[in-house]
């Protein structure tokens, strides 16, 4: 059964940071690219970070220079970590994970609610 499981969420101010963090379990977690996306309310969901097994790591435009995506491959965990955060940030964040062959085997976590406001 595979549980991908977010935590690190909450309310902060703006300028503030937060760090999420997604364990993964019952995949094998170095064949996947691990990503963060979010969802505001009445907006669609955006990708907003990933990195590949491998390492490598991509960001949408908004967040580069605030945002860094890590994975640890010996803990089957992926954070993300959120610097001078803006009220626009807020949104659901949700783990995903891509195989990096069979396009079929695609998760979700439930995601994680991350308010910036004063």
């Known amino acids: 059964q595979v549980q991908l499981v977010e935590s690190g969420g909450g309310l902060v101010q703006p300028g503030g940071s937060l760090r999420l963090s997604c364990a993964a379990s019952?995949?094998?977690?170095?064949?996947?690219?691990m990503a963060w996306y979010r969802q505001a309310p009445g907006k669609q969901r955006e990708l907003v970070a990933a990195v590949t097994s491998g390492g490598s790591s991509n960001y949408v435009d908004s967040v580069k220079g605030r945002f860094t995506i890590s994975r640890d491959n010996a803990k089957n965990t992926v954070s993300l970590q959120m610097n001078s955060l803006k009220p626009e940030d807020t949104a659901v964040y949700l783990c995903?994970?891509?195989?990096?062959?069979?396009?079929?085997?695609?998760?979700w976590g439930q995601g994680t609610q991350v308010t910036v406001s004063s």
């Open positions: 019952g995949i094998f977690f170095n064949v996947y690219t």
């Open positions: 995903n994970a891509q195989h990096t062959v069979a396009v079929t085997r695609n998760y």
